[in-house]
């Protein structure tokens, strides 16, 4: 009986382990993402980003704002109790003769019962309130600005996402070179320790063969340092803990471009508008501010008075009233006019920041394009210097086997074709970085 009950246990304990690692790695498998395009990760990240889900929380907010500011002009209805206990009741001296007293005399007069009890409710409503109305077109304006300033928000992700995007590629790819440099540097090394065997190879040159193939080396871990630096970065912009990029930086169709991107189609410029249009309502706001306001109100109480007493009945009976009130500010202080005064002032702000914006979008479009075209012109240069590089690399692992090659001369050959290689891979991730930039095409 003990040995089966050991038995349970064990298959118990298992189980348990192996639903635990189950649930860790089920985690695990959710915070990794697998993406095959940049159009596939700008997705993810508009739907899971930390940045993107708060700038889409923006325009909710104005909103509610603005529902906050309408709901001012529907009726209000309130219910109400009260209880109070007046331990000296309002008195009043009245004539005496007017209740059979003698002339001259006066008499006090009690008002109420020193316990009494009221409930009720009351209803208001604005008629006539141009403030209420400004303060509403003000909220208005802030919604519609808010759309804007969640999309320019957005669109900050994209672009930044987009420069890591295209830069992790470009590591990617270099990392891929350095593998083939290994392969290279090791080919040479075992060539150059063959001719050291034989005594036919200058010692420094075997011992430059071996650094290089050490540096080769470094060289891998220094760019797996940066390649992982650069994941981290979009993992950081994404919200996740491990991304894996499938695509590879492949060629591009280079298509010409002849003009920058129309900032109007840009939310930043969009946004500055309504900014500016939200500051014309906050002055609409300030100048409605001492005009008259009108509302009519209604009140209902049930009120009850005792003092306690034994044997004693209570009084109780009903008020009503209807109320039309009429609001006349005439000195706050100076506090409308101060209102409009800096109403002015960030009317003016919003204009000088509308013009600061377009001057902005402007120059970034143009630099956009300018750097796009200066990618487009290089293109030609690099693809025949890469392919020159390459032809030379060629040539230098032949004559280095066939021993007619010395190892500067290599060297410096296999240092050219590096260089032309990142060249042209930066060129090519700055060409498609900078082309969609310029059309917006994000």
Same mark, same amino acid.
């Given at each position: ?13 298992? !189980? ?52 906050? +500011?309408?709901? *001012? ?58 403030? /209420? !109305? ?63 065997? &034989?005594?036919? *190879? ?22 797996? +340092?940066?390649?992982? +630096? ?23 169709? !280079? ?13 930043? !410029? &969009? ?42 009945? /209570? ?11 009429? /609001? ?25 920041? =509308? ?8 120059? &970034? ?74 059309? =917006? /095409?994000?």
């Amino acid at each position: 009986m003990l040995i089966l009950f050991s038995l349970y246990k064990v298959l118990f304990m298992r !189980w348990f382990f192996i639903f635990i690692n189950f649930l860790v790695l089920g985690t695990t498998a959710r915070a990794q993402i697998s993406v095959d395009g940049l159009d596939e990760l700008l997705t993810f990240a508009d739907r899971n980003s930390p940045a993107a889900k708060q700038t889409q929380l923006q325009p909710y907010m104005a909103k509610q704002e603005r529902n906050m +500011q309408a709901a *001012v002009l529907y009726p209000k209805v309130n219910a109400f109790a009260t209880g109070d206990y007046y331990p000296i009741l309002a008195t009043q001296l009245i004539p005496a003769e007017a209740l059979g007293g003698a002339p001259g005399t006066y008499l006090k007069a009690q008002f109420g019962l020193p316990y009494v009890f009221a409930t009720g409710a009351e209803v208001s409503m604005p008629i006539i309130n141009m403030n /209420n !109305w400004a303060k509403l077109s003000r909220a208005k304006a802030q919604f519609e600005q808010s759309k804007y300033s969640s999309n320019a928000a957005l669109e900050n992700l994209h672009m930044q996402l987009i420069q890591s995007y295209y830069q992790t590629l470009v590591t990617k790819e270099v990392l891929k070179l350095n593998e083939e440099n290994e392969k290279t540097a090791t080919e040479l090394l075992r060539i150059m320790t063959d001719r050291n065997e &034989q005594g036919v *190879v200058d010692p420094a040159d075997y011992n430059r063969a071996k650094n290089l193939s050490l540096d080769v080396k470094a060289a891998r871990i220094s760019n797996n +340092q940066t390649f992982q +630096q650069s994941v981290n970065n979009l993992n950081a912009l994404l919200g996740t803990d491990t991304v894996v990029l499938n695509e590879e930086l492949d060629d591009f169709e !280079w298509p010409m471009l002849y003009e920058p991107g129309n900032i109007n189609n840009r939310p930043a !410029w &969009q946004e500055a508008a309504w900014k500016v249009r939200t500051a014309e309502m906050s002055l609409r706001e300030s100048r409605t501010g001492g005009m008259p306001n009108l509302s009519v109100s209604g009140r209902y109480t049930y009120n009850m008075q005792t003092n306690f007493e034994p044997n004693f009945n /209570n009084i109780d009976f009903n008020i009503a009233s209807v109320s039309l009130r009429l /609001n006349v500010p005439l000195f706050q202080g100076g506090y409308y006019h101060s209102m409009q005064q800096r109403s002015k002032l960030q009317l003016q702000t919003a204009k000088l920041e =509308q013009k600061r914006t377009e001057d902005n979008l402007t120059k &970034q479009q143009e630099d956009w394009l300018a750097q796009y075209t200066a990618e487009f012109n290089k293109k030609e240069v690099l693809t025949e210097k890469l392919a020159t590089a390459k032809d030379n690399l060629r040539i230098a692992k032949l004559s280095t086997k066939e021993g007619v090659m010395e190892f500067d001369e290599f060297n410096t050959l296999f240092m050219e074709y590096n260089k032309a290689r990142i060249e042209y891979l930066q060129n090519l991730a700055d060409g498609i970085l900078y082309h969609l930039l310029s059309t =917006q /095409n994000f």
